[in-house]
């Protein structure tokens, strides 16, 4: 099983719709993060939590919030989605504790978003 | 602000050939850099990384090395195989805390060809 999961894998939705996309960890990371990935922009990073009372912004949370229910679990939810919003979400996570502070994120497999 | 700038893709070679991906940054302080890369259908993995000035990471037979007088950190392999195909991201981490939040080039594409 993977480290950490993000559901679903693959979403079709429509314009003003309310979408919950979920991720879950077994790594036991503090540390939580969505990244939203545009071909030819690389990932961007949309929010991120250093613990559960901790939520911050990142470079493009507009049109977006977060939820971080316990350690293990971050969601991200698009209020009222448009199309521009359509794009592939990777949730991660980081332990700065560990491997030497190194930095390293470790990524799910991603939740595919299309909006019309 | 820090930033990261790859060489745009696709990037097409035949078995064997010999693999460089450019890869410079814009970072106050001293950020610690890394290649992540993602195969189909997978998400992102760390490939290597250096954390100081003239450090060499090295894993799966890529290398980049840590130029601070010239801020880059090139990608290099020597052979490529097929199984290398996916998309090459150059990141950094500028935070001295290292606090995970990563600053990502656009992405270089690989294809390997038989």
């Known amino acids: ?116 | 602000g820090n930033s990261v700038t790859q060489m745009e893709g696709p990037v097409t070679l035949s078995e064997e050939a010999f693999l460089t991906i450019n890869c410079t940054y814009t970072a106050t302080g001293y950020p610690s850099l890394f290649w992540y890369v993602q195969y189909p259908g997978e998400g992102l993995q760390l490939l290597l990384k250096a954390t100081k000035a003239d450090d060499k990471g090295s894993n799966k037979g890529f290398e980049a090395t840590y130029r601070k007088e010239t801020t880059s950190f090139h990608l290099e392999k020597g052979s490529v195989q097929v199984s290398d195909s996916a998309v090459y991201f150059c990141a950094l981490s500028g935070n001295p805390g290292n606090t995970g939040k990563l600053i990502f080039g656009q992405g270089t594409t690989l294809q390997v060809k038989p």
Not at chain 1, 28 to 36: E, I, P, Q
Request: glycine share 8%; proline share 3%; with cysteine.
């Open chain 1, 1 to 116: 099983d993977a480290d950490v999961t993000q559901t679903p894998r693959n979403r079709i939705t429509k314009t003003g719709k309310r979408i919950m996309l979920e991720c879950s960890q077994t790594k036991g990371h503090d540390r939580m993060y969505w990244y939203r990935q545009d071909p030819g922009l690389g990932l961007r990073l949309i929010y991120y939590s250093f613990d559960v009372k901790d939520i911050n912004k990142g470079e493009i949370s507009d049109g977006y919030s977060v939820s971080r229910q316990a350690q293990a679990k971050f969601s991200l939810s698009l209020e009222s989605a448009i199309p521009n919003q359509t794009a592939l979400y990777f949730c991660a996570t980081s332990d700065p504790s560990g491997r030497a502070n190194s930095g390293e994120l470790f990524f799910g497999e991603g939740s595919r978003l299309t909006v019309l």
